[in-house]
């Protein structure tokens, strides 16, 4: 098998996964989302909260560990459950479109999604 077949492969075994969802990563918690009662994401209010602070002090100049830090003050779990956050973590929430989420007026609506 050559280096295309074998990409090939790999991409197609990605899919499929995401298909029938036995991939890991189509289980994956998008954080400031809950999977509503129709199988769509729905804004969770609390979560979204935090989300925004994160991008607010991304956006200010803060380093991704001093964001961690302000986090585990502040006694906010990791998306894990953890009570420390980790510099990865925050790393993929600001770079994943699926957690940017945005005010509207009085509600919180989703943005964008991130779709494979």
Do not use: H
């Amino acid at each position: 098998m050559n280096a295309i077949q074998k990409s090939e492969a790999i991409k197609n075994g990605l899919r499929k996964g995401f298909q029938d969802g036995s991939s890991k990563m189509a289980r994956r918690k998008c954080y400031g989302y809950e999977v509503g009662s129709d199988g769509e994401l729905v804004v969770n209010p609390d979560e979204a909260k935090v989300v925004c602070w994160i991008f607010e002090q991304y956006l200010a100049g803060d380093s991704l560990g001093k964001i961690a830090a302000g986090l585990e003050r502040q006694g906010i779990p990791s998306p894990t459950g953890r009570p420390k956050w980790n510099r990865e973590a925050i790393d993929k929430l600001l770079s994943n479109d699926c957690d940017i989420i945005g005010l509207n007026q009085q509600a919180l609506v989703p943005q964008a999604v991130a779709l494979i």
